[in-house]
């Protein structure tokens, strides 16, 4: 595999398994996650994505199941949502709660760490189309859970699922990108489900990688990504994670203009991209290994999938 493969994809991949469309149950997922972890292709783990309240049993689930010498179960938690600011304020406190037991309990080695969290902005609180309200329930949030994670913890914010318009991505990552603090915070895109509509078009994709960008707010992209490049999977069109992640490599190298995003997140032909030992490539368009890692550490941050293992095994096929 080329190393520039590998300087686009390592710790790249966040296994969220237990959701739909997988819905493994949680030792089952846990136990896999762990096969891959010791296997040729762990390198590509990312953080194991539960429900906030799974955080116990995941935990004590950690305990017995090794993911190799010294590794470190890498933790990222769904708190619950809720349709106004003040009742999902309530239960985000509620999860803090939990969290905070769970962050408190045992001693001995590290084996096991809450490093983000993941939440959805309430409907009302996007329905002002402000920034600054955005902003102001990302601060509340963070007081919310001071007690119950690092205070570096990166925070993924999901927009409101019943509105993907332009003003609705321009109003969150706006509003994300002075939050400020010690807490790394992000926006968060769905790019597949259960439901065609859960699907969004190659225009927001990249219009996401755009604002982001443009406003250097971290990006992670969720759902339905568990193929390498864009193509049709029964009668659904699925987003593939190589496009966004070079798209987004060449698009935080100014090699593409802001308008020719679309083109490469929508790329359905795979030998439209190249890899070589230190520069990935799309249609003679280059990214240099530097700009890799650069994207992956400020931009695509990283994704998730309920199919790793389908990740890692159309990895190696590259």
Wanted: charged residues 25%; aromatic residues 6%.
């Amino acid at each position: 595999m080329q190393e520039s493969l590998k300087t686009l994809l390592k710790v790249a991949v966040d296994d969220a398994s237990v959701f739909p469309p997988a819905a493994m149950d949680l030792t089952g997922a846990m136990l896999a996650h762990a096969r891959i972890a010791r296997s040729d292709t762990g390198w590509m783990l990312g953080r194991f994505v539960v429900p906030v309240a799974r955080l116990p049993e995941s935990k004590s689930l950690a305990q017995e199941i090794s993911l190799g010498e010294d590794a470190v179960w890498r933790i990222s938690v769904i708190l619950g949502g809720g349709d106004n600011e003040v009742d999902v304020l309530g239960r985000i406190r509620t999860d803090g709660d939990i969290m905070a037991t769970v962050r408190a309990r045992g001693s001995g080695p590290r084996f096991f760490s809450v490093e983000a969290v993941e939440a959805r902005l309430p409907r009302d609180v996007q329905a002002t189309m402000k920034p600054e309200r955005a902003r102001s329930f990302c601060v509340r949030c963070v007081e919310a859970l001071e007690d119950a994670v690092p205070s570096s913890v990166d925070f993924f914010v999901e927009g409101s699922a019943e509105d993907d318009s332009e003003e609705a991505d321009r109003m969150l990552v706006e509003g994300l990108a002075e939050v400020g603090g010690s807490a790394r915070f992000g926006a968060k895109i769905r790019c597949g489900g259960t439901q065609p509509e859960s699907f969004p078009s190659v225009d927001r994709v990249a219009r996401m990688l755009v604002l982001c960008a443009r406003h250097g707010v971290p990006l992670k992209a969720t759902g339905g990504l568990h193929v390498p490049f864009r193509r049709m999977v029964g009668e659904q069109w699925h987003h593939g994670f190589v496009n966004l992640l070079v798209a987004a490599a060449l698009l935080q190298g100014n090699v593409l203009e802001d308008g020719e995003v679309a083109e490469c997140v929508g790329e359905k032909d795979p030998k439209a991209f190249s890899f070589g030992p230190d520069a990935a490539s799309w249609r003679g368009r280059r990214a240099p290994a530097a700009l890799l890692a650069k994207a992956r550490k400020q931009l695509l941050v990283v994704f998730g999938t309920a199919f790793p293992l389908r990740v890692a095994e159309g990895v190696e096929s590259l």
